[in-house]
Structure formats: C-alpha cells, structure tokens
C-alpha cells in the first residue's frame, strides 16, 4: 500500500505534518505528485494558515490566493485582522440586500468567493499585510472598502451614496502604484474596481465626484486609462479617450506621452490597435525600435503572445541591445523567465544568439518545457558547471553578477525528477565536484528523493 492509498483521516494529518516539517516552498511541491495531493495540498494551506505572513504581493499568488483568501475568510475564526473583517461584513450586507436573508450560506460563500478575487486581482498588498495590519498603514476604512466592493459588483446607488463622501474619492498616488498599498483599502481602490467590472456608468460617475471634490480629475482618468489598458479592457480604454489629450501629444508633452507610451504595453490587440490609431495622427505615428523592444520584452514577461507575435510582426528587435532601458538579451531572458515556451518558440524562430544563461534561468524556475526548447537549440546543459576548480558559491550562482545556477543544480534543489533525467540524458555533468556539490546539498535539505535519483545514476552519496 502508498501513502495515497491510506484512508483520507490518516492521509490528511501525515500530509499535515508533511508541509509544516517542508515548509511553504517544499509543500508546495508535493502538488506535483497527482491531483490527490494537490487538492489535499491546497485545501490545507489555508487549514495550517501557511500564507498567512506570506511577503508576495497577492496579485503575484493568482488562483491559489484567491482559494486561500476565501477558506481564511470562511474559516470558523471570529476575527482574522480588520481588513479582512471588512470583507467578511461587506458579504453579509450585500448577501443580505440580494436576498433579505442574512444567513443565506450560498449568497454569503459567493460575495466571499467574489471579493477574494477582486483582491488577488488588485493586489494592493502584500499577503501578510492582510492579515497583520502594517505598523505604517492606516487603519482600513470601512466604507472606503464597501464602496470599492459595490464598484465591482455593480451597485451604482451604493457607489453614488458612498461616492458623496469626500475622503473616499481619494487617490494619493495613483491606481497601480502598489509600492503605496498601505495607503489604499482591503481591495484596492473603486476607480480600478470600476474598470476591472467594466462598468461605464459607475466608471464616470466616479470621475464626477472625484472632479467635485477636487480630487485631481484628469490624473485619475489618465491612470484610469492606462489601467484599463494593462488589463486588456479595450470598450473602457476607448470610452475614456479624451481627445483633449491629442492637443498634449501634438505639443510634445512629455508628460502625456509618457502615459500614453505606457498604456501601449495591454495583453489586448485590440486595445492596442485603438492607440495606434491615435498615434498614426501625431507627429511620432511610428513606434521606435527602442519602443518597440521594451513592449516585446513586457509581452514576453508577461506571458501576451499573441502581443509578441504582434510586435514581431512589426519589427521589433529579438537582440535589441541600444537602449538605456534595455540590456542585452533582455527578450530573451524575459522569455526564460515567464514560464511561456510557445512565446521562447516565437523568440527563437527569428535570428538570436544565446548568451549561454538562457537554460540557467528557466531550469532555476522550474521552466522543464523551456528547457527542453532551449536544449533543442543547441543550449549547453553544463552551463556553469565544467570550469575548472569551480567554487561551491558559483554552482549555486552568483547573486552580484546576476547569474543562475548550473542547470542540475536547479532540478535537485527544485526535486523535479523529470529536468533532471532530461539534463542528465543530454548530457548533464554528475561527476568531480558538482557531484560532491549536488549530494551535500540534498542532505542539507533533507531532500532523500533527489539521493536516491543521484544514486541511480552512479553518484556516490556516502
């Protein structure tokens, strides 16, 4: 009998006790072992509050954060911190405005489920400040957040009663300057709410106060703009074109062209075709290599393919190396690091040449299908891992320099089996001192599935 096969009440608490002796990183990892222990996994993170003091932004945790989030906040715990006491009030009230009911679980669970997005989605803040208030923040307000809650779900008179108070028309330094979160709510704030639902009426409506309130009308319809933009929302996007905005782009405005350069960086063709046009009018109607070579190296980072292949289409530089803005091999490395290989497939089908460290960065992120492209283009498996005399602090990689570790060395550390015979297979180096290396690194860490897979392949691990 496996471990699996045992019965789900003695299978739960070795899992358990499993995750907290391998801490969140290593836990994790026991997801890949099939989807029983990745649902086990996921269901007993939030059961063992493992992301409670997380330092991620919870934009950056996607779909698991958003699970996270709504077992925390359905938990049985009578207060978790008064930001999410927020949202667990927020739920009640609107569950109790659909339904005159209170305690309706179903209504209740949904706004919870709903709310929790909207916060991975936003991502104002970093995991543990939810649930810590930071020393430097201010103290969450209420109604800040429930206006922002009844922007994205909708609810236009909840948004024009709440919108009447001044302080929460408020934006001090803008919709997607997250370094500030500690001056925003639980959820972010209602103007980008408003765009994430795609709500034009509650969208000007706020633009309105915020312009009676004198709260800097324009600067928050341009951020509105550009973030409406990065999310790919093209109707919003066009609907809050100003076309007094072309006078600053005919003038030379630095400013303005600064915001609207950063607004052509959206996932959407659509949207992007839109800011074309407009600047077809100016007297700048075509994109720079410069420029487009940053918007290729923020697709590829962000995994947009069809914006990449878009922006090739356009001319834009695989080996662009002439900017201030721009190293050498940036797409590349951009490509390596998004986890995409049909965006590396694009990348590598145009004339490039590889600095050699391309396969380091997508073995250290686990990246198997980059590497098994990377390899297919003639990538050296043994990069880092063949100078003569190489130190210990090399074969782990060099933080000054920026460097990755030797391939191998990121597939044991990673306990990815599968990279591992694949590196090994074409290749990969086991023997002289990165051997020693790889075996005392496994002990350290406890990691007996690796010494047993080094062991395999004729490494002495005595």
Partial sequence: MSFADLPMELFRP?????????????ALRLRLVNSVFSNEVLGLLPELRMLDSNQEYTRTIGEMGT???KRRLLSKQPSLSPRLDNIRRIASRFALEDDGDADNQDSYVNYISVLSSLVTRQGPCRMRDLFVLNVYAKEPSFDYDLLTAAAYTHRLT????????????ELEYGIVRVDFYDRFGTMGTPY???ALSGNLSIIDHLL??????????????????EFASKIGAPRTVEHLWDAKWMAGLQSENLSVWKLFHDALSTPDLETFEFLMQIKASTPHPTLTKARLAFLAWHAARNGWEEMLVRLLALGAPVDYTDAWIYRAGALLHAACTSGTAAILR?????????????????????YFGSVKILIEHGANVNYRA?????????????RLAGLPPAPVVSAVLLEHEGLFRCLVQHGALLTGEIGGFLVKEAKARGLES?????????VDIA
């Fill in 67 to 69: 699970l996270y989030l």
């Fill in 208 to 225: 309105h106060k915020a312009e009676q309130h004198g709260r800097g009308p324009e600067t928050i319809r341009w951020l509105l703009f």
């Fill in 192 to 194: 980008a709410a408003a």
């Fill in 450 to 458: 690796m010494l047993a897979l080094l062991a395999e392949y004729g």
């Fill in 386 to 398: 063949t100078q003569v005399g190489v130190e210990i602090k090399r074969l782990c990689g060099d």
């Fill in 14 to 26: 070795i899992l358990a006790e499993a995750m907290l002796i391998r801490g969140l990183q290593r």
């Fill in 346 to 366: 694009h990348i590598l089908q145009h004339p490039v040449t590889l600095a050699g460290n391309e396969i380091g960065r997508s073995a250290q992120c686990g």
């Fill in 158 to 169: 909840l948004v024009q009663e709440l919108s009447e108070q001044e302080e929460n028309t």
